[in-house]
């Protein structure tokens, strides 16, 4: 019974550890008009979604994946944006040129920060 406990625990820490390594860092704006989206025209997909930035782009391929997003901290003078709280979003959208890694949708951003912040870092997971 001890070792199965024993066993447990190590494989909690462990899979907590391999999330937190898998996770890649970057950083998160938002936006607030959905529709027309890049990746399903006018077919609105929720308002938990996001658009991926040039690099994540791929021509489309990234259209429909899922990713864990957690804020990691800020990237400007405003105090503790991050909530504590992970959202999962789909990349329904390309957003070209813009300042993030991930543009959230508003609804995405405020579950995770607090919207004043405009940016802020964080770290996201397929």
């Known amino acids: 019974m001890a070792l199965q406990m024993s066993l447990k625990i190590t494989f909690a820490v462990v899979a907590s550890l391999l999330s937190v390594a898998l996770a890649t860092p970057g950083t998160a704006t938002f936006y607030t008009s959905y529709v027309p989206s890049a990746c ?9 979604i996001a658009a991926a930035s040039d690099p994540l782009w791929a021509n489309g391929a990234i259209c ?15 105090p503790h944006p991050c909530t504590g709280r992970r959202v999962v979003v789909k990349i329904v959208d390309h957003c070209p040129g813009c300042g993030g890694t991930l543009d959230l949708s508003k609804e ?16 996201y997971r397929q």
Do not use: R
């Open 108 to 123: 995405a951003f405020a579950t995770i920060a607090n919207p004043v912040a405009g940016i802020i870092k964080i770290d």
């Open 64 to 78: 429909g994946k899922v990713f864990n997003v957690t804020c990691t901290g800020p990237t400007n003078p405003v």
């Open 40 to 48: 399903y025209g006018s077919k609105g997909q929720g308002v938990m």
